[in-house]
Nanobody
Framework: QVPLVESGGGLVQPGGSLRLSCAGS????????IGWYRQAPGKQRELVAS???????AYVDSVKGRFTISRDNAKNTVYLQMNSLRPEDTAVYYC???????????????WGQGTQVTVSS
């Protein structure tokens, strides 16, 4: 019910890097699969990366090799390291718990405010 809290966005030049953070709480955090979504202006929200309780990861093709999702359960935090950023990565980025016992995976809970990532020269 309590949304996760995103931070770390900003303005960066093409080819640059940013690290986003997703802060959660509660004893269940370490057991949850967490996903990063993004939504660009005029486009549908898309799932770009996810990480499960065992540390397994998945990425959309457009970010493979450039983005890395990780988690630090001691800090109740999930990270998204974004390298080699492109203008088309510009979007509001959101993190949320994923329900994985359905297909396709489904966001579970409330959306937070997100964090703006702008890639521009």
């Amino acid at each position: 019910q309590v949304p996760l809290v995103e931070s770390g966005g900003g303005l960066v030049q093409p080819g640059g890097s940013l690290r986003l953070s997703c802060a959660g709480s509660g004893s269940a955090f370490s057991a949850n699969t967490i996903g990063w979504y993004r939504q660009a202006p005029g486009k549908q929200r898309e799932l770009v990366a996810s990480i499960n309780s065992g540390g397994g990861t998945a990425y959309v093709d457009s970010v493979k090799g450039r983005f890395t999702i990780s988690r630090d359960n001691a800090k109740n935090t999930v990270y998204l390291q974004m390298n080699s950023l492109r203008p088309e990565d510009t979007a509001v980025y959101y993190c949320i718990t994923l329900r994985t016992n359905v297909h396709p995976v489904t966001p579970f809970g409330s959306w937070g405010q997100g964090t703006q990532v702008t890639v521009s020269s």
